[in-house]
């Protein structure tokens, strides 16, 4: 590592998705590591409390008394936050979260960072249990809970750091992505659909972005990318390292043979000799397709092709990516983050796979900034029609757009509807659990979407379906 003295490091917004995991791990390397935030719930309370960092509740100049060594300043944190100010008004030295990353655990590293529009938490966490499987220590820092490591994270002893590389800004100082600052030997890129137009005006904007980081690629690197996707394969002409395209469609250099047999298994086949059998154990062709870069790394870095294969078998996935939480009266209960129309269109298509005859059911809620303007308003169409039924609930940033600029719920349903598809448009979140559950019949799958909390929707309608007097219908014969 690059710090060898332990340091008093603070972080504002210290309960971020990627603020948490790496106070941990400072902490793990032996630094006094304090910050403060908003009122913090599980998992990310937890997550503290087992490091035994407890976190100062609001922001307020004091909580930099005395003054840290260093300020580790979360992307979300505006310029005129009060620990901003007086951070700034005393000089202290100041980080954002990617540049802590890299100087603390990347810089002496070969980071191994997936990007991409969708699906970079669960192959990353796919990545580290694979080589973690295979006796590599890596370290790792995935924005999600792995259902098959100990933790989100861990600084690891091996050259390897695998880490998602989030195209978001970096920090109110740093508008920037944050993926240019992990300097990638090996990158996985799993796709470029147009995203976060709140930051990136155009879709030329954002795929400048990937450009720019394909572009910084060294001549002894290694992208890993998404040949099945044609914004993908726009933008790698700019590598000046070794290419491999992986995928299940035809021109990939990494791809499957054959359809899958009884059991799910498929073959796998890569340059040179790479061959080995994969049976996933997580839904969906998407998650095939992420298990294809994740196995032509691990090839790639030395590691036997049918070991990997093994290891990636045995991974179960990651909370709130169609993590199943329970069945109650006959209905099941899926978690997904999905909000772009891709991620939806493929996590739906994986229950319609997995759950056979049942009725999906989707429960979506615009939480994005994205997500809750008109931009994909045609692309949800298409991305909803494998669903049976779909629940839409109010955008959660309306106020900030025109109604021009918003998202059409009444028209999206009246489209939907005239695919064939039940739609219900409903006013709020609290009264949603109540109504789709007395809705709901047995043998549904009921699947929620979005990027937030969703009101703790979830787990709410596994208490609504266990109530006595409520629950799902006999469905009609």
């Not at 047999?261 to 080995?276: D, I, K, M, T, Y």
């Not at 600029?405 to 009246?414: N, S």
Request: glycine share 12%; aromatic share 6%; charged share 25%.
């Amino acid at each position: 590592m690059t710090e060898t003295r332990p340091l008093d490091i603070h972080l504002i917004a210290i309960g971020g998705t990627g603020m948490a995991p790496l106070a941990c791990l400072l902490k793990d390397l032996g630094h006094r590591v304090r910050g403060s935030d908003g009122p913090l719930y599980p998992p990310t309370s937890d997550l503290l409390a087992e490091e035994g960092i407890e976190p100062m509740v609001g922001y307020d100049p004091s909580h930099l008394d005395p003054p840290p060594d260093l300020v580790i300043v979360g992307n979300a944190v505006p310029r005129d936050n009060p620990e901003v100010r007086e951070m700034e008004r005393r000089g202290l030295p100041r980080l954002s979260m990617p540049q802590a990353l890299y100087r603390f655990f990347l810089a002496d590293r070969r980071p191994l960072v997936v990007a991409g529009t969708h699906g970079k938490t669960t192959t990353t966490a796919m990545a580290a249990r694979a080589y973690t499987a295979c006796d590599r220590d890596v370290g790792y820092l995935v924005g999600g809970r792995p259902r098959d490591l100990p933790r989100s994270f861990a600084a690891g002893s091996h050259e390897r750091f695998c880490v998602e590389g989030d195209e978001y800004n970096a920090a109110y100082f740093d508008r920037g992505p944050k993926f240019l600052h992990y300097r990638p030997e090996t990158l996985v890129l799993t796709s470029v659909e147009y995203d976060h137009a709140d930051l990136y005006p155009t879709p030329e904007t954002f795929r400048g972005a990937f450009r720019k980081l394909v572009a910084g690629l060294p001549a002894s690197g290694l992208l890993i990318a998404c040949g099945d996707r044609s914004g993908v394969r726009e933008i790698v002409g700019d590598a000046a390292c070794r290419v491999l395209f992986y995928g299940l469609g035809e021109g990939n250099d990494v791809t499957v043979t054959g359809a899958p047999g009884p059991s799910g298994q498929v073959g796998l086949r890569g340059p040179e000799s790479w061959r080995a059998e994969l049976r996933l154990a997580v839904p969906g062709r998407h998650n095939l397709s992420n298990a294809l870069a994740v196995w032509a790394a691990a090839c790639s870095d030395g590691i036997d092709p049918s070991r990997a294969a093994r290891a990636l078998s045995r991974f179960r996935g990651v909370a709130r990516r169609l993590e199943e939480l329970g069945t109650v009266r006959g209905v099941t209960v899926i978690d997904d983050f999905a909000h772009h129309p891709t991620a939806v269109a493929a996590g739906l298509q994986a229950l319609r796979d997995r759950y056979g005859g049942r009725r999906v059911v989707a429960l979506f809620e615009p939480r994005s900034l994205t997500a809750g303007q008109s931009i994909h308003q045609e692309a949800y169409v298409e991305a909803f029609r494998p669903a049976d039924v779909v629940w839409l609930a109010p955008i959660y940033y309306r106020e900030r757009f025109s109604s021009e600029e918003l998202l059409d719920r009444p028209r999206l349903a009246g489209e939907l509807r005239g695919l064939g598809v039940e739609v219900r448009v409903v006013d709020s979140v609290e009264g949603l659990a109540e109504a789709a559950v007395a809705e709901a019949e047995t043998g549904d799958v009921l699947v929620t979407m979005s990027s937030g909390s969703f009101g703790g929707l979830p787990r709410r309608l596994l208490r609504e379906l266990g109530t006595d007097g409520t629950g799902p219908k006999g469905r009609d014969e």
